[in-house]
């Protein structure tokens, strides 16, 4: 079983619309929880993150951590043409390192 | 302020050739990670250092070698490329104290 699991999509979405992007994982030492969005071509910007279950708004985006479900979701509100992007879930534990495990990524286009 | 530079940016070699990709922040970050990108699989960590002079190995680190010589500097090498090489990869830094890691903009490589 893979440690995180995110549906690869493509998902492609009208203008407006309400996206919802979603990752389980079975790690319980994942501690952050975060959503990094990549643009084709670019590398991986971050987005959102939390540490504790439950909803963190920042604009049209909404991050949501369930930790008894081991499931994460992002939402985005009003979706725009450059919300088009490929949207990765991320986890970190409290190692000193604290590297990141990634899901595989959810390609979202959203037409105008 | 330049962020996470990786350079080459574009590299196609030989099967059994060798080569260095470079990382540099200027962020001062103690922490830096290689990660490779292939499609459908997120990113995987390949190699990290948490500290000038220290690396330590990530999920894929066969094939690859990494030095630390200078905290700002990470560089990844490949001794003897093998086509299943052929990959995205990107170098991340991280402070000691916050979450967020910065990403380079990638370094596409082909083996032939």
């Known amino acids: 079983q893979k440690e995180v699991e995110q549906d690869p999509g493509p998902l492609s979405v009208p203008e407006g619309a309400i996206v919802s992007l979603n990752c389980t994982y079975s790690n319980s030492a994942f501690q952050y929880f975060m959503w990094y969005r990549q643009y084709s071509r670019k590398g991986p910007e971050l987005l959102m993150y939390t540490y504790s279950s439950g909803n963190k708004e920042d604009g049209r985006f909404t991050a949501q951590v369930d930790k008894s479900s081991k499931y994460i979701s992002l939402f985005i509100r009003d979706s725009q043409p450059s919300d088009s992007a490929t949207y990765l879930c991320?986890?970190?534990?409290?190692?000193?390192?604290?590297?990141?495990?990634f899901g595989s990524g959810t390609q979202l286009t959203v037409l105008p | 302020n330049a962020g996470v530079t990786q350079t080459p940016k574009f590299r196609v070699l030989k099967t059994g050739q060798s080569m260095t990709l470079l990382c540099a922040q200027d962020?001062?970050?103690?922490?830096m990670y290689w990660y490779r990108q292939d499609p459908g699989m997120g990113l995987r960590l390949i190699h990290y250092s948490v500290g000038e002079g220290t690396t330590a190995k990530g999920e894929v680190p066969d094939g690859y070698n990494v030095s630390r010589l200078k905290k700002q500097n990470f560089l990844l090498g490949l001794e003897s490329a093998a086509p299943s090489q052929t990959s995205v990869y990107f170098c991340?830094?991280?402070?000691?104290?916050?979450?967020?890691?910065?990403f380079g903009q990638g370094t596409r490589l082909t083996v032939v």
């Open positions: 991340a830094s991280r402070s000691q104290v916050n979450t967020e890691a910065f």
């Open positions: 991320a986890f970190t534990g409290s190692g000193s390192a604290r590297q990141l495990t």
């Open positions: 962020m001062n970050h103690e922490y």
